[in-house]
């Protein structure tokens, strides 16, 4: 999977965070503290850099000597010029200072790094990075919004709505395994779900732009509408012998249409959700 990475803004501007806009000279935007591979990959600041980099959690955080608390957050909008770089932001939770210097080393910030005003991409996972210190990760665990008629998933989920609580665990800790916006999740997409064609969308999803599709099996999944639609891509797919992009997950003994006993699958009933969300990323690391 693409490695985890996070947004530092650092400003010596004491109300640099008070509104959602702020500019950076182009000089300071990802070309100090940040590593040669990242600054080469997004440096020139293009729109798939943009596109990409939107999509990254961040951190906003003043220069030492403001003595101000950080906070959490993304970006909603990225603007180049010549004269700089315009960022506009929502921010999501406060991150205190002393916070902050306590999780430099963890968070890959360097010992001068919070006295100097600039813009850089660290590898790290940041939401594991807050977990460690009590950090609630579902009171943080938004993001830019990401319009699901174009957006590449690593991982879809279809299920039969009667264990939409189990399925909804794996789905929080898999998003503290790979982020925000990796996993097409009904919910989390509720109002771009609201639409016409809702069943050509929803298969473009599963068969074109998915990564990996896991089915939740279970006997209730055979009666669902949406669900055997959901279920005619996985199909195709097996018809098209790429059966490395299909992972089942039983939750009962049902029986379901096309899926045969020599099929292999995970026993949803045997494994925590933080088991379930782990071996999705296992197989996942398996399709890069």
């Not at 603007?79 to 939770?93: D, L, N, S, W």
């Not at 189990?166 to 800790?173: D, P, R």
């Not at 209730?220 to 098209?240: D, H, P, T």
Request: glycine share 6%.
């Amino acid at each position: 999977m693409t490695e985890d990475l996070y947004n530092l803004f650092i400003s010596g501007d004491e109300n640099a965070w008070e509104s959602n806009t702020k500019i950076f000279d182009l000089d300071r935007c990802l070309r100090e503290y940040t590593e040669k591979d990242i600054v080469g990959k997004f440096g020139k600041l293009g729109k798939t850099d943009i596109d990409e980099i939107k999509k990254l959690p961040c951190i906003f955080a003043y220069e030492d000597y403001c003595v101000k608390d950080a906070s959490i957050g993304y970006m909603t909008d990225i603007k180049v010029r010549q004269a700089g770089v315009k960022i506009t932001i929502q921010k999501v939770k406060e991150l205190s200072l002393e916070t902050l210097h306590k999780l430099q080393f963890e968070l890959d910030i360097k010992s001068w790094e919070l006295n100097r005003t600039h813009w850089a991409i660290k590898k790290v996972n940041l939401y594991k990075e807050l977990q460690h210190i009590g950090i609630d990760f579902n009171s943080i665990k938004t993001g830019p919004p990401v319009d699901i008629t174009k957006h590449q998933f690593d991982v879809s989920f279809t299920f039969a709505g009667e264990f939409r609580n189990v399925v909804e665990q794996v789905v929080n800790e898999f998003e503290k395994i790979a982020g925000i916006n990796k996993i097409f999740y009904d919910n989390n997409y509720i109002s771009q779900l609201a639409r016409p064609s809702l069943d050509t969308l929803l298969q473009d999803i599963y068969r074109n732009r998915s990564k990996l599709i896991v089915v939740f099996l279970c006997e209730k999944y055979q009666e669902k509408e949406w669900c055997g639609l959901e279920f005619r891509a996985v199909r195709e797919m097996i018809k098209e012998k790429v059966m490395n992009r299909i992972m089942y997950i039983r939750l009962d003994t049902g029986h379901i249409d096309g899926v045969l006993s020599t099929d292999g699958y995970i026993d949803g009933t045997k494994f925590t959700p933080q088991q379930l969300a782990n071996f999705i990323n296992e197989r996942l690391n398996f399709l890069e």
